[in-house]
């Protein structure tokens, strides 16, 4: 049997119903979020589950920003963060050399929803935090310690999870 790793991916709502449609995740090369050797060489004391916890949490961050950027597209989304957690083929992926991105991996393959385990999706009562966290992405970049606290307030909200079956509930939640 091929070793898997539960890899967090970022996504949105539109995102999540073009997977729905296409029957996968993708195209190639994905980013998402794992517990990685190196995260768990840096965060010594966590159990699995707090190191699980890590990467959903930076998955859900790469979420605001993808939320950002297809509402820069025109994409209606809505303002809520999107995580898909699924178990990836350790072939499949590729740890980032990069030390900062401790949790960060490339998938090198579209990901079956087959493979998806659970859908991690803010409630609908997070949304006005999310949407001041989208909106003040560019100057938290930039360096504003206000902005940062007003991205950082998205992340006081706990994502939902939700089983595979559920999807078609949160696609027509929005």
Not at 142 to 161: I, N, P
Request: hydrophobic share 50%; aromatic share 4%; glycine share 6%.
């Amino acid at each position: 049997m091929m070793d898997a790793m539960r890899v967090y991916l970022p996504c949105t709502i539109p995102a999540l119903a073009r997977a729905v449609e296409a029957g996968e995740l993708g195209p190639a090369p994905l980013t998402g979020y794992a517990v990685t050797p190196a995260l768990v060489e840096w965060y010594a004391s966590g159990d699995t589950e707090e190191l699980e916890y890590v990467a959903l949490t930076e998955a859900a961050r790469a979420s605001l920003r993808m939320l950002a950027a297809d509402r820069a597209d025109g994409v209606p989304a809505p303002a809520r963060r999107v995580v898909v957690a699924a178990d990836v083929p350790d072939d499949a992926l590729q740890l980032s050399p990069n030390l900062e991105d401790r949790a960060r991996v490339r998938l090198l393959a579209a990901v079956p929803m087959a493979k998806v385990a659970a859908v991690h999706v803010d409630d609908q009562l997070a949304g006005p935090d999310v949407e001041q966290a989208v909106a003040a992405l560019p100057r938290a970049d930039g360096g504003d310690e206000d902005a940062r606290f007003t991205v950082d307030g998205a992340e006081a909200h706990e994502l939902m999870w939700y089983a595979t079956q559920e999807i078609p509930d949160i696609l027509a939640e929005g």
